[in-house]
């Protein structure tokens, strides 16, 4: 089956970037399982914290 892509809308203010990023997650969530998404969730707050070397 072959993966269906979809692609993040510019907005023209501030606002509507916020809105489309918010519809292209939610596309993202129902068309891909939970796995996957989680997998990218992970990804993304992992980028946010960090390293931290004891």
């Known amino acids: 089956m072959k993966e269906k892509r979809i692609f993040l809308k510019p907005g023209r203010n ?23 998404w989680s997998r990218q969730q992970n990804n993304l707050i992992n980028s946010l914290i960090p390293d931290v070397e004891s």
């Open 14 to 36: 501030n606002r509507e970037e916020r809105m489309n990023f918010v519809e292209f997650w939610a596309e993202f969530v129902r068309t891909h399982s939970d796995k996957e």
